[in-house]
């Protein structure tokens, strides 16, 4: 009696320890039981049901039912069966006569519950005990990790890389497992194991830590990590265009007279900005004051190009430009004029002071072009290789 007493002592203490409800290990270990008692029972018929949705109530043992006593820890095994006549399923069904030695007042139709002998329920008890309870920690401890991380979304940790799965990077944050999934990793990065990388923490979803190095946010938290101007809110990121692994601007704005916005983020010697850029590999950061006149932010956005007019009407802003600036202007494959769209939200056409009129739409063509031409080159390359003639071992000899 005591070695059983014990059992419900050491759920009791698990549930205090991991903040979980006694009751429900004490739900979950019945549940558990019976499910792993039917299966070797009922190993042959079951299989007829398992791909059944909802419990058939012809199913092998669908009237059996586990019952765990909380204070002495016994398990027992519980049949309902019903009060027949003549009896065809002796699993589901007993006599009246055999029913009125349970209980003098029973009649055909009713219902009785039978304690069942135990055989080797004991063993597949123990067993099952065991796994539901491991499981439970596990599953408290998880619980624990997200509820821990839940208030910390948007902010920045070391991870250390595990391993890769599916193209997923695994990284570990303390005691957790966070999930990197392709969208959200530089392209032209490789992470190796053991190595710490910084990430965002994106968001929760179903009980998983989502991180990222491709988010734009990633970049604000970075400086805010360099620039204490930033942090204490001197200093006012505005908006922020990227993409990732190539080229990021960013739009700063002071609200306090005499502290310059790009002088702070950029750092004495430039050793702020060369810190972020060094966590980002390869990718280049244009910091860009926010100006509240449109014409002036649009103009900044558009550096390291000088800009000689700007013009808005509507959502088109209209940038005139030297001539020799034009191609710094537009940016390698369009770039730098498209992320001066996504900084400021106005469309930016842009006109040499020749006449030449380079609109949205021109440089989506130039886009759209590249990417063609690369994709041909690469299948050109990919046929090449697979129409070259393969040579046998004799033939290289």
Do not use: H
């Amino acid at each position: 009696m005591a070695m059983i007493s014990e059992f419900v002592a050491a759920i009791n203490q698990i549930a205090a320890e991991r903040g979980i409800e006694k009751e429900e290990i004490f739900e979950a270990l019945e549940s558990a039981i019976l499910v792993a008692y039917k299966k070797e029972k009922y190993a042959d018929l079951i299989k007829t049901y398992e791909e059944e949705e909802e419990e058939d109530e012809n199913a092998p043992g669908s009237n059996l039912s586990v019952e765990l006593d909380r204070e002495t820890g016994e398990f027992k095994l519980i049949a309902t069966k019903e009060v027949v006549e003549k009896v065809k399923d002796e699993e589901k069904e007993i006599s009246v006569s055999e029913a009125e030695m349970i209980s003098s007042t029973v009649e055909a139709g009713d219902s009785v519950q039978i304690e069942m002998p135990l055989e080797d329920f004991g063993r597949i008890a123990a067993q099952t005990a065991k796994q539901v309870i491991l499981q439970k920690i596990r599953e408290s401890e998880k619980d624990a990790v997200i509820s821990e991380y839940s208030d910390k979304i948007g902010e920045v940790f070391n991870a250390l890389m595990q391993r890769m799965q599916k193209g997923q990077v695994i990284f570990e944050i303390g005691k957790a497992t966070a999930y990197m999934p392709p969208e959200e990793q530089i392209s032209n990065e490789f992470y190796r194991f053991g190595d710490r990388y910084k990430v965002l923490l994106k968001e929760i979803v179903d009980s998983q830590m989502i991180v990222s190095r491709a988010d734009p946010k990633f970049l604000i938290e970075l400086f805010k990590l360099e620039v204490p101007e930033i942090e204490s809110g001197v200093l006012e990121v505005k908006s922020i265009a990227r993409e990732a692994g190539s080229r990021s601007k960013m739009a700063v704005y002071s609200n306090q007279e005499g502290v310059d916005p790009i002088g702070s983020c950029v750092g004495q010697r430039g050793i702020r900005i060369a810190n972020v850029m060094n966590e980002l590999g390869e990718e280049k950061i244009d910091i860009i004051e926010w100006d509240e006149d449109s014409e002036r932010f649009v103009a900044n956005a558009l550096s390291p190009a000088k800009v000689d007019n700007v013009e808005i009407d509507g959502e088109t802003a209209t940038v005139t430009v030297a001539d020799d600036q034009l191609s710094l202007a537009i940016g390698r494959d369009g770039q730098n004029v498209r992320l001066a769209w996504k900084l400021t939200g106005f469309k930016i056409d842009i006109v040499g002071s020749g006449g030449e009129v380079i609109k949205e739409e021109d440089l989506e063509e130039i886009k759209e072009g590249l990417e063609k031409e690369t994709n041909e080159t690469s299948e050109e390359i990919k046929k090449e290789k697979e129409e070259e003639p393969k040579t046998t071992d004799d033939e290289e000899k």
